[in-house]
Nanobody, 112 residues
Framework: EVQLEEFGGGLVQPGGSLRLSCAASGSPFKNYHMRWVRQAPGKDLEWVAGIGSGSGSETYTDSVKGRFTISRDNAKSALYLQMNSLKPEDTAVYYC?????RGRGTQVTVSS
């Protein structure tokens, strides 16, 4: 059974940056497509970004294109999300996800 744990959330001003990390264990991490998803207060879960297992091809939801970068380190079983030019509407709990599993999340709050 895969276990996922997210790190790196916090409070940041609009225009600021954060880097989220996710540590995976219990599964052959390198074989799987990985995702970041988020849930804002009162809203549904939203897919943010994905990265392939092999070539590492990246995909993003339109609202974060050009601002967020997803990456992975298969040797460390780690997933990352670099978030730049943050906006108040990026405020949410962010989760890393592998197939149907996700961690407990990390809170990102963008506010002045």
């Amino acid at each position: 059974e895969v276990q996922l744990e997210e790190f790196g959330g916090g409070l940041v001003q609009p225009g600021g940056s954060l880097r989220l990390s996710c540590a995976a264990s219990g599964s052959p991490f390198k074989n799987y497509h990985m995702r970041w998803v988020r849930q804002a207060p009162g809203k549904d879960l939203e897919w943010v970004a994905g990265i392939g297992s092999g070539s590492g091809s990246e995909t993003y939801t339109d609202s974060v294109k050009g601002r967020f970068t997803i990456s992975r380190d298969n040797a460390k079983s780690a997933l990352y999300l670099q978030m730049n030019s943050l906006k108040p509407e990026d405020t949410a709990v962010y989760y890393c996800a592998l197939r149907a599993s996700r961690g407990r999340g990390t809170q990102v709050t963008v506010s002045s």
